[in-house]
């Protein structure tokens, strides 16, 4: 099976601007987690979706949102960029049991 | 809420020999997961071992094993034989047992491995 996949791998926007990013899981897989990897606060997590449906969130604002279409690839959005949003953007995929398989991630620089 | 403690930022350890990594978690959950990953330069996240908090028995995978104490809420990985291609971060995460639920990490122990 294919791995989880993550598109753009990287990626350079300025203040302001916004980002979408995609995931594709593991095929099969129909939860998918976003998490933000940072120097700073190291790796927290954002949201999980599960057959569409955001079900869990973490603590974030709103500029952060997901989605999650039928096929189960996975979307997040960074509105209206800032400095501190540069950041290892990580994708994890989980079946039913409880171990997550994570992509490669998707580095943001924001200028 | 759920917090995961690693105490040591960086290890080195020479190849063939064995490494200890320590991890100490606070949660006040009776059902959980308790997870190892593994992360290179590649920033490619990796599981390495995962643990049932329900199992007394310490979860093992190749040279890779773990010290799970749950009364003292502590799970150490073991790295035995240590190879250069373990160099890496490697990150001790928490997990409660449930369907919409998140993995928490620790900080983080960068391990080198030294010929």
């Known amino acids: 099976k294919a791995g989880v996949t993550q598109t753009p791998r990287y990626l350079i926007k300025t203040r302001g601007q916004q980002v979408t990013l995609s995931c594709s899981p593991i095929?099969?897989?129909?939860?998918v987690s976003w998490y933000q990897q940072t120097p700073g606060q190291g790796l927290q997590f954002l949201f999980e979706?599960?057959?569409?449906?955001?079900?869990n969130k973490g603590n974030f604002p709103g500029r952060f949102s997901g989605r999650q279409f039928s096929n189960s690839r996975s979307e997040m959005n960074v509105s209206t960029l800032e400095l501190g949003d540069s950041a290892l953007y990580l994708c994890?995929?989980?079946?039913?049991?409880?171990?997550?398989?994570f992509g490669p991630g998707t580095r943001l620089l924001v200028l | 809420a759920q917090t995961v403690t690693q105490s040591q930022p960086e290890m080195s350890v020479q190849e063939a020999e064995t490494v200890t990594l320590s991890c100490t978690y606070d949660?006040?959950?009776?059902?959980?997961?308790l997870f190892w990953y593994k992360q290179p330069p590649s920033r490619q996240m990796i599981l390495v071992i995962r643990?049932?908090?329900?199992?007394?028995q310490n979860a093992t995978e190749n040279r890779f094993s773990v010290n799970f104490q749950k009364a003292a809420k502590s799970f150490s990985l073991k790295i035995s034989d240590s190879q250069l291609g373990d160099t890496a971060m490697y990150f001790c995460?928490?997990?409660?047992?449930?369907?919409?639920?998140?993995?928490?990490f620790g900080t983080g122990t960068r391990l080198q491995v030294t010929l």
């Open positions: 643990q049932e908090a329900y199992k007394q």
């Open positions: 949660t006040s959950e009776s059902n959980y997961y």
């Open positions: 095929s099969g897989h129909r939860s």
């Open positions: 979706y599960f057959s569409e449906t955001q079900r």
């Open positions: 995460a928490f997990m409660i047992a449930g369907t919409a639920s998140k993995l928490t």
């Open positions: 994890a995929s989980r079946s039913a049991g409880e171990t997550q398989y």
